[in-house]
């Protein structure tokens, strides 16, 4: 039986080594996580490695700004007149998992939306490949009961769709990706029911 064996000087070692540094090189985008344009808030909030899919948080937690923060799984809320809230999941462009405040929004009479803001796991060192946390800040304002829908889009259920831009449609790929066998799953929605009283 023959085997092959490299020398260190041999080109067919060289070959591998270069094959090896382009796969590790491409194998990951550039994406840390970060919307354009930057975070859109200077507020923090405390650090979670949950995943998307996930609550940040098994309880509700008032912040030192008295904005409340929530799990994302509890999708019915009940605050005051006044109050802020916020929701925070997982995020990560370099594997095109994105989050977005979509249809239906809510009632701005009941609750508005006060903007979101994304922090990055790894601090302010850029880090290719890095993940974060993207928070949505809402406050109630008059009585009432609204809804609003999250949409978590993940490379293999939107397409179109950037960091900022929800994709066109919400429903699965017509078009399927290169060795699927049919079209892709529908990206998860959470519809959150708030009442304000």
Known sequence: MRTASFSPGSRGAAAIAAAALLALATGCGPGTGEPAGGSTSTATHPTSTATATRPTSTATATHPTGTTSRPVKDTSITAAPGERFTLTVGQNASTREYWYLV??????????????????????????????????????????????TLLHCTFSTCQGNTSTLPPATTGPSATPTAGATGPSQAPQRITYTVTVG
């Open 103 to 148: 249809g239906p929004r809510p009632d701005s009479s009941v609750l508005v939306s006060r903007g979101q803001e994304y922090t990055s796991d790894s601090g302010d060192e850029k880090v290719d490949g890095a993940g974060g946390r993207l928070t949505f800040t809402f406050e109630a304002r008059g009585r009432g009961t609204t809804r609003f």
